[in-house]
C-alpha cells in the first residue's frame, strides 16, 4: 500500500499544476539548431606531427564523422604551449573552438610563463593520459629517483 503524506500531496499537486506554464517555456530550447551547424575549430598547443597533434586528428576524424561537421585541428604552436593554450583560454565559448589542454598547463603558471591554470578550461572529456617517467643511463651513479633527488 502506498501511503501518499500531505507533503508529497503538495508536491504532486504543484507539479501537475506549473505543467502548463513548463511546457511553451521549452519550446525554444527545442527551436535550437543541432551542433554542430558549421565547421568546429580543434586548437592544439604543440607542433603538428607530434603525440597530441596525432591524438587530437584522431578525434577529430571520429567527431566528423560522427556530427557530420568537419572538425579541423590547428596547430597554436610557441612558448613551451603558452600560446595554444592562451588561444584556447581565449576563445569564444560558442561552442565552435574546443581544444586539447596537456598536463603542462599545471606547470606552466608555476615556471612564470603564463597565469593561465587549469581552472581556465571547462573540460569535456579526458581523451588521453600520458604518465610520465624519469629514465637515466644504464651506467648512472642514480639507482632509482630518491638517489637523483639527493643529487640536487
Known sequence: MNDMTRRGLLGAATALATLPLAGPLAVPALAQPKWPARPVQLLCPWAAGGGTDAVLRIIAILLEKELGQPFNVVNRTGGSGVVGHAALAAAPADGYT???????????????LTELTYRNYTPLGLMNNDPPGIQVNVNSPYKDVQQLADAF
Not at 101 to 110: P, Q, Y
Open 98 to 112: 574546443l581544444g586539447i589542454v596537456t598536463a603542462e598547463i599545471c606547470m606552466l603558471h608555476w615556471q612564470g
